[in-house]
């Protein structure tokens, strides 16, 4: 049994004092407020709350960072970028990558990761020995740095609507969606590895083979970038007549387990649909904004009734603070009104509705039987100084440079704002710069 005694703590019913938590197998077995510190107790200051949880990552999608701001140009351009980057990559290369991009994660109070995993193959398509050693090495990488993986290994079988596709493409490809269940099917999960399913797009999947996808793994996640683009709806009118969400409709891809993730570019119908079906609204606002995609309409969704998650993407930065917070200050700028969500509303889409997305529903809360995950953030940072122990002071003042503790399934990962067992800043150096200077 290890207890630690929080400061302050956000526990269900809202932030107290003096929280005593004891953790047993991973897991808090009791959670009592107003108690005093003392003996054999380890203290946590400023403000603990639940692990958080990055519900949509690229994690080779790091090595951009830096690299892609120096010219004009839209998604289309930027896609070429970083296709050059998944060109390079290796089983080796992408576990030490993904192990630092883990890392940072962890840093900033992340204790799961949902991976929309593509990059399945040798170049040109060629499948390695281990068929699926490209999301074997993604498991491993999430594993040594202490998080909690749900690794969403994706269907990508189409260049676009009736195109081809490209040569890097060909990596991502099984040929076939039933060729793709076939190998994931070889997947194995575990207390902390979730195998969901995913499809690229309706871009990257056809119509026809959207339905195996959906159905593979009936009890698990699945996920799908949904009108990230409006080239991609007019697309999917020219082809099919219909929006890229009525289309998921029809071939059974909008459930509760589903996620749309960015969910920018809708229509009535479209939001209607996706709150009908209690699927998850994924944004990913620092993205959403480098890309130039948009501002999601966040509060229709979640009035339909599509809980929101969040996620980093691209990690154009990976923090969830900032994310949070962009997703209340974006509908300030499309509405020029402020206060559509709460800041206790924006930490629940990074905790706990975030964990149940990714097929971890016992996880993002400081209660009993729930796992066991603690991130204390400070509250005598220049940043959060003079705010209090509020929701708010978490949300629309502090950032990932304010975590200090980070406890993952009852095991320390982060101390004094470094990670127990990893350099991630020379990790990330080391394999950033072999990959773009090769």
């Known amino acids: 049994m290890t207890s630690y005694w929080c400061e302050q703590a956000l526990l269900p019913d809202g ?10 197998d991973g897991r808090f077995a009791s959670v009592t407020p107003d108690s005093a510190f003392g003996a054999g107790m380890e203290r946590l200051d400023g403000l603990v709350i ?57 840093l900033a109070g992340i204790t799961c990761v949902g991976e929309f995993h593509y990059l399945h193959h040798a170049p040109g398509g060629v499948p390695y020995d281990e068929p699926n050693a490209m999301g074997e090495a993604l498991i491993e990488a999430a594993r040594s740095v202490g998080l909690r993986i749900a690794l969403l290994d994706t269907c990508y079988v189409a260049g676009g609507i009736d195109q081809p596709l490209n040569p890097v493409q060909q990596r991502f490809s099984d040929g076939t969606a039933d060729a793709w269940a076939a190998r994931v099917s070889g997947l194995k999960g575990a207390d902390d590895v979730m195998i969901g399913a995913a499809a690229h797009s309706i871009r990257g999947v056809p119509q026809d083979q959207l339905s195996t996808v959906a159905h593979l793994l009936p009890e698990a996640p699945l996920h799908i970038h949904l009108s990230e683009q409006v080239a991609e709806n007019e697309a999917c009118a020219a082809a099919y007549g219909r929006t890229p969400t009525q289309l998921l409709d029809e071939t059974g891809f909008l459930t509760g387990r589903t996620s ?79 206060g559509h969500w709460s800041a206790p509303e924006l930490l629940a889409a990074a905790t706990v509705d975030g964990h149940r997305s990714l097929g971890f529903p016992d996880a993002g809360r400081i209660q009993p039987g729930a796992r066991a995950d603690l991130v204390a953030v400070r509250l005598d940072s220049v940043r959060t100084a003079g705010g209090g122990a509020t929701p708010e002071t978490a949300v629309f003042a502090a950032t990932a440079a304010d975590v200090t503790t980070v406890i993952a399934s009852g095991h320390p990962i982060v101390t004094a704002s470094r990670h127990t067992t990893l350099d991630v800043p020379t990790t990330l150096t080391t394999t950033i710069t072999a990959l773009t200077n090769p």
């Open 15 to 24: 932030i107290r004092a003096g929280v005593l938590v004891e953790i047993a």
């Open 260 to 338: 749309a993730v960015h969910a920018t570019h809708l229509t009535k119908v479209d939001i209607g649909l996706l709150g009908g079906s209690g699927s998850y609204a994924c944004f990913c606002p620092t993205t959403e904004r480098d890309l130039a995609d948009g501002i999601g309409p966040s509060v229709a969704l979640r009035e339909a009734g599509s809980p929101l998650t969040l996620g980093s993407d691209s990690h154009a930065v990976i923090d969830l603070f900032e994310e949070m917070r962009a997703v209340e200050l974006d509908e300030r700028l499309a509405t020029q009104e402020r």
């Open 50 to 106: 639940p692990g958080l949880a990055n519900c949509h990552s690229h994690a080779f999608h790091r090595a951009l960072r830096g690299r892609t701001q120096t010219e004009r140009g839209t998604f289309w351009t930027w896609r070429e970028q970083m296709y050059a980057v998944a060109s390079r990559l290796t089983p080796e290369s992408y576990y030490e990558l993904a192990r630092g991009v883990y890392g940072e994660m962890a």
